[in-house]
């Protein structure tokens, strides 16, 4: 699964979640996923559909849509519904109900740019935390060197350059429920224990 199959689907639908909604506890509860998918990225697809209705964009892929409305300000509601829908696609897709480890070319990747794993887990879970207010933490492949960045609010990697290989929100509805500011314990608990690095790797290797 990567994220040119999986995630640039018809605006129209919003995939079904990968894991059952327990999997993931006690790091994200089965309560914090039933409001995550069901209300915040739910209403992320609706929204999008009132709002292309209609016009060219309606057909399009998320991908096409993000791109067409990309730095547009008379477009910005369009792009921030298009890029959150698609963010919590690859977020579901980044998670795994159980502890995965990166192999192959990604882990060599990990060891030349990192050093060890612990250490990529470190970046990640340190650009979550210090992001100010909401947004996301990305391991990205930069050309051919891997790269932990974040955005704010719906920011996107891909438009830049960047090949997005797995993500962690960090809006306070992916852990408010469960512990409340303590944005640093649940980023701790998902990327130790929940990252799925299968998907890091396919979307690594593709082209």
Do not use: C
């Not at 991908?63 to 690859?90: C, G, L, S």
């Not at 979550?128 to 609010?153: M, N, R």
């Not at 960047?162 to 962690?168: A, D, E, K, S």
């Not at 944005?183 to 224990?193: F, N, P």
Request: aromatic share 10%; charged share 15%.
């Amino acid at each position: 699964m990567t994220n040119a199959t999986t995630h640039g689907a018809s605006p129209l639908e919003q995939p079904p979640l990968p894991f059952a909604r327990d999997a993931l506890a006690p790091a994200i509860s089965a309560d914090t996923i039933g409001v995550h998918y069901d209300k915040h990225h739910k209403g992320y697809f609706d929204t999008l559909v009132k709002l292309v209705a209609g016009s060219p964009l309606a057909g399009q892929t998320l991908e096409q849509i993000i791109r067409a409305t990309t730095d547009d300000p008379a477009q910005v509601k369009i792009f921030n519904n298009a890029a959150q829908a698609w963010n919590h696609n690859f977020y579901w897709a980044s998670l795994s109900p159980k502890a995965l480890t990166p192999g192959g070319a990604l882990a060599a990747a990990i060891a030349r740019d990192f050093g060890d794993l612990a250490a990529v887990q470190a970046a990640l879970i340190k650009a979550g935390t210090e992001q100010f207010g909401s947004g996301w933490a990305w391991l990205v492949a930069d050309g051919d060197t891997l790269k932990v960045v974040a955005t704010h609010d719906a920011g996107v990697r891909f438009t830049s350059g960047q090949r997005p290989l797995l993500t962690v929100d960090v809006w306070e509805h992916a852990y408010y429920l469960d512990v409340q500011n303590r944005r640093a314990d649940y980023l701790k608990a998902v990327v130790e224990g929940h990252l799925n690095w299968d998907f890091a790797a396919a979307n690594f290797a593709a082209d």
